[in-house]
């Protein structure tokens, strides 16, 4: 089985990063009557005081209490949705997978709001048999092995059956091999080199495709 991480590694970062670094700032600046970038700099200072590792970091509710803005969560979504988008190769490669007779999930960080909404922009659901929200459906991130064994036992696999790449060295590579899950890499900037990276998902592909 293959495991994909969603925002960086399947779709581009364009969607997540409009709501958070401008539709919640933009908000914010308008409520408080303040520019743009100083609403920016104080948002993400508050996002950077909660981290990665937290619930509350992911949770679109939590912020729009927080800061107390006027709007919902989903029109804050609904509004940036048409920028939804997978990268180019993603597609092939999941039809190429899956033609191979591979299984696939997605485990990602992302709330399920998120990750429903991008899956129904780009049409890709199909594709996976299972989706996870590690933050919606566990409460938990993926910044311990819990949720990767959780992932294991629902699918009724060892740690040794399942395969999972992903773009964040810590979450997606480091946390998962500690379980005996072989991982991959994706650094899509190219900076980044060995067996175990790869820099698009063609590339994953050609390695379990070829065989």
Known sequence: MLSFDMDGTITDLSFVESVWLEGIPRLFAEKNRISFQEAKAFVKNE???VGMDRLEWYDLNHWVGKLNLNFSPSEILNSFQHRIKTFPEVTGALQDLSKKGYRL???????????????????????????????????????????????????????????????DRYFD???????GIKTFYIDRTGADSGETVVHNLKELAEKFTSK
């Open 47 to 49: 996002y950077d005081k």
């Open 105 to 167: 999930i997605i485990l990602s960080n992302a709330r399920r709001e998120f990750l429903d909404l991008e899956l129904e922009k780009t049409g890709i659901s199909g594709f996976f048999e299972q989706t996870f929200s590690s933050t919606s459906d566990f409460g938990l991130t993926k910044k311990t092995t819990d949720i990767y064994q959780k992932v294991c036992n629902i699918c009724g696999l060892s740690p040794l059956e399942i395969v999972h790449v992903g773009d």
């Open 173 to 179: 590579f480091e946390i998962p091999r500690r379980l």
